[in-house]
């Protein structure tokens, strides 16, 4: 069974940044579409970002252009950097590979809480 361990999460004021980690106990973690998600309070998991195998990557509108998604494909680790983050920021995140009809996603880590005070 997959694991996915989150970490990296925290309590910022409005403005700052944070650096989100994941890594799987799987050695072909990067040949996936790997993607972080996020849970706020009350409200259903949304994806943030994904990064295919050959780097490309997507973004949800409310995060372009303050968020980052990268790899280290050696380590098995996806990041993300959260920079002028804000409120509405706060959830807990976690990674997970992009579901396909024939690869569904891993089983959920912990995931990490980031709160974002104003």
């Known amino acids: 069974q997959v694991q996915l361990v989150e970490s990296g999460g925290g309590l910022v004021h409005a403005g700052g940044s944070l650096r989100l980690s994941c890594t799987a106990s799987?050695?072909?973690?990067?040949?996936?579409?790997m993607a972080w998600y996020r849970q706020a309070p009350g409200k259903q998991r949304e994806l943030v970002a994904s990064r295919t195998l050959t780097g490309a990557t997507n973004y949800a509108d409310s995060v372009k252009g303050r968020f980052t998604i990268s790899g280290d494909n050696p380590k098995n680790t996806v990041y993300l950097q959260m920079n002028s983050l804000k409120p509405e920021d706060t959830a807990v995140y976690y990674c997970?590979?992009?579901?396909?009809?024939?690869?569904?996603?891993?089983?959920w880590g912990q995931g990490t809480q980031v709160t974002v005070s104003s």
């Open positions: 997970n590979r992009l579901p396909t009809p024939t690869t569904p996603a891993y089983n």
């Open positions: 799987v050695t072909n973690f990067w040949m996936q579409t």
